[in-house]
T-cell receptor, first 112, second 113 residues
């Protein structure tokens, strides 16, 4: 597509529920990144992929968080057994080799 | 480990005045440095980047930044502010052109008429 698309734009979920956040990167972009951004702070790295291979997941906070990109395009970030502290803006970005990131508009997750 | 410090969470300038947003970084390897801009309800957009070579980098919308290794700085400037420049600006450092980036906490720029 023309830009990075994330869905849903907003998600409100009850504590303990699982959520899946979707990212559709720019067509042809090899790399896809997930970041989390708390209010008043910069984006914090979670994980990234080259094609379908997860290259670095060092930023995932705990084992409730996982991500996949099975066909090297669309990616899903899954949070199991959500907690209130998971509430944040989740941002996806994609990049080609010689450019910085192109970010999507993000998914605002609220855990109540 | 890499880190970024953006001095001043809020900067206010008058329209037509110089814009200076400060960024200092820490990196154990030669850094790749980026500035992003975020308008309300939008994603972050790349303004400019430094990889290697010329230390003065020009970006979109009249912004530029200079990499100063001795000062570990990458400050963002624009000679004359426009109302449309009002946004949040993020500095980021990376070990390469791809991979993980570490972001600062951002500086909100306000432009007064």
């Amino acid at each position: 597509g023309a830009g990075v698309s994330q869905s849903p734009r907003y998600k409100v979920t009850k504590r303990g529920q699982d959520v899946a956040l979707r990212c559709d990167p720019i067509s042809g972009h090899v790399s896809l990144y997930w970041y989390r951004q708390a209010l008043g702070q910069g984006p914090e790295f979670l994980t990234y992929f080259n094609y379908e291979a997860q290259q670095d997941k060092s930023g995932l906070p705990n084992d409730r968080f996982s991500a996949e990109r099975p066909e090297g395009s669309i990616s899903t970030l899954t949070i199991q057994r959500t907690e209130q502290r998971d509430s944040a803006m989740y941002r996806c970005a994609s990049s080609s080799m010689n450019y910085g990131y192109t970010f999507g508009s993000g998914t605002r997750l609220t855990v109540v | 480990a890499q880190s970024v410090t953006q001095l001043g969470s809020h900067v206010s300038v008058s329209e037509g005045a110089l814009v200076l947003l400060r960024c200092n970084y820490s990196s154990s390897v030669p850094p790749y440095l980026f500035w992003y801009v975020q308008y309300p309800n939008q994603g972050l957009q790349l303004l400019l980047k430094y990889t290697t070579g010329a230390t003065l980098v020009k970006g979109i919308n009249g912004f530029e930044a200079e990499f100063k290794k001795s000062e570990t700085s990458f400050h963002l400037t624009k000679p004359s502010a426009h109302m449309s420049d009002a946004a949040e600006y993020f500095c980021a450092v990376s070990k390469s052109n791809a991979g993980k980036s570490t972001f600062g906490d951002g500086t909100t720029l306000t432009v007064k008429p």
